[in-house]
């Protein structure tokens, strides 16, 4: 199947700054990508919906100057927390659909385990 | 508004024993049900879809429209089921999906 490859796997960071998570589509193009975060022990949240040479689309309750969202090219979108706090300490995944299978079927990163101190 | 429910959060059963996992959904048109799981730490990955109804793994589920319910099946649980299962709906091919509160299955020996 597709590979979705997300990095960093993991990373710590200071309050008030920003970082950059990487989603990238292997071996497919993704016109589309999405990104979910989840809390421990609950389900996924979808933040909001990556379209490539657009701007994403962002669900409701889901600041979009906190979380900046990026498509440029079909392999590659990027979520950056920017000054980042201690609840945003989360578990980001990203996710894309190959859009040469007709299922709907999307693959999954293997997530980014933030954690701001 | 589309939305999924898992009402249980932790199925515990011994190998050999019948397992199911409930998944309502409530959608005003017609949706597309899949069933994601996670095994301890690996990456979320489907394990089946309504439309292609095909078995996998020896899971099965069937979607039915009257009580909006997809439920997950399997009739001999093994060891290596245990993980976390998400039920997911999607309004239509590739679009986003919505993941129910997820189920953590637990297969005693």
């Known amino acids: 199947g597709a590979v979705v490859s997300q990095h960093p796997s993991w990373v710590i960071c200071k309050s008030g700054t920003s970082v950059k998570i990487e989603c990238r589509s292997l071996d497919f193009q993704a016109t589309t990508m999405f990104w979910y975060r989840q809390f421990p022990k609950q389900s996924l949240m979808l933040m909001a919906t990556?379209?490539?040479?657009?701007?994403?689309?962002?669900e409701q309750g889901v600041e979009k100057d906190k979380f900046l969202i990026n498509h440029a090219s079909l392999t590659l979108s990027t979520l950056t927390v920017t000054s980042a706090h201690p609840e945003d300490s989360s578990f980001y995944i990203c996710s894309a659909r190959d859009s040469r299978l007709a299922t709907g079927e999307l693959f999954f990163g293997e997530g980014s385990r933030l954690t701001v101190l | 508004a589309q939305r999924v429910t898992q009402p249980e959060k932790l199925l515990s059963v011994f190998k050999g024993a019948p397992v199911e996992l409930k998944c309502n959904y409530s959608?005003?048109?017609?949706?597309?049900l899949f069933w994601y799981v996670q095994y301890s730490r690996q990456r979320l990955q489907l394990l089946l879809r309504h439309i292609s109804r095909e078995s996998i793994k020896g899971f099965t589920a069937d979607l039915n429209k009257g009580e909006t319910s997809f439920h997950l099946k399997k009739p001999f649980a093994q060891e290596e089921d245990s993980a976390m299962y998400y039920c997911?709906?999607?309004?239509?091919?590739?679009?986003?999906?919505?993941f129910g509160g997820g189920t953590r299955v637990l297969v005693k020996p």
């Open positions: 997911a709906l999607s309004a239509a091919a590739g679009n986003k999906l919505t």
């Open positions: 990556s379209n490539e040479g657009s701007k994403a689309t962002y």
């Open positions: 959608y005003s048109g017609s949706p597309e």
